[in-house]
């Protein structure tokens, strides 16, 4: 598997393949809320989510592929806006629909925690919704363990933080 950050704005045959990894997730969308209509994802949504996700001066946009395949994207902050708070965050890991229960969600994971130790990083936090049991139980198989409970920043959604040594 390779781990790959989007360097640029994505071609219309990026996007469409970008758009197929988050169109195969419409349980998270559901609960999420992030797109109206979570089974008619949109490409110009998807485009606004990623303008949106990188906004941030330390962002990267992460595509997973097997074999040629984009498999499943990984969002990540090296530093949270929050100056208090020392650690990279991952703020959106999806795995393709077609491609769950197939263990590339783990190998994602694993390739960013390596990215983050290999740049001398300590530890990793990310934030699950409250309401997504199937999330919840994937982060705790990975070793990382509930640190704190509060809203989300940009929503204001209730979620679980999570911490992993690294």
Known sequence: MTLDPLTAAPDDALLAEITGVYASNPDFHRISGDFPDPHDVRPEQVAASLNAELVQPTAEF?????????????????????????????????????????????????????????????????????????????????GYRVIDHRPDRQQFRPCSVFHKEL
Request: hydrophobic share 45%; glycine share 12%.
């Open 62 to 142: 992460l595509l997973a592929r097997e074999d040629g395949v984009l498999v499943g994207v990984a969002a990540t902050l090296g530093e949270h806006p929050d100056p208090i708070d020392p650690y990279p965050w991952l703020g959106l890991l999806l795995v393709h629909g077609d491609h769950r229960r197939q263990g590339h969600g783990r190998r994602i994971v694993a390739l960013v925690e390596e990215r983050f130790r290999a740049a001398g990083r300590d530890g990793l936090r990310l934030a699950v919704l409250d309401g997504n049991t199937a999330a919840l139980a994937f982060w705790r198989a990975q």
